[in-house]
């Protein structure tokens, strides 16, 4: 994958805080700069940076905790 191509794939801040409550395993991983391989390997292994979350046959990734290991989550108020 060439240098603009990878760019265009990582999610920015911006995009970061406005994912809905729950996003897909790929999506997650682009915010963690993650490659497909390594995310599905991390996420069957348990050892995925954030909780993942199985349903069905798909990984589902809680916004929530990927924004708190992004630092990006609100400070209680």
């Known amino acids: 994958m060439n240098a603009a191509k990878n760019r265009a794939a990582v999610l920015t801040m911006g995009e ?3 994912l809905p409550a729950v996003v ?5 991983a682009r915010a963690l700069r ?9 996420a069957r292994d348990g050892s995925f940076p954030c909780p993942v979350l199985r349903v069905g046959g798909e990984y589902r990734v809680p916004t929530a905790g990927l924004r708190r290991v992004l630092g990006l989550d609100e400070p209680a108020g």
């Open 16 to 18: 970061v805080a406005a």
């Open 34 to 42: 993650i490659g497909r391989t390594t995310a599905y390997a991390l």
């Open 24 to 28: 897909d395993l790929m999506t997650a």
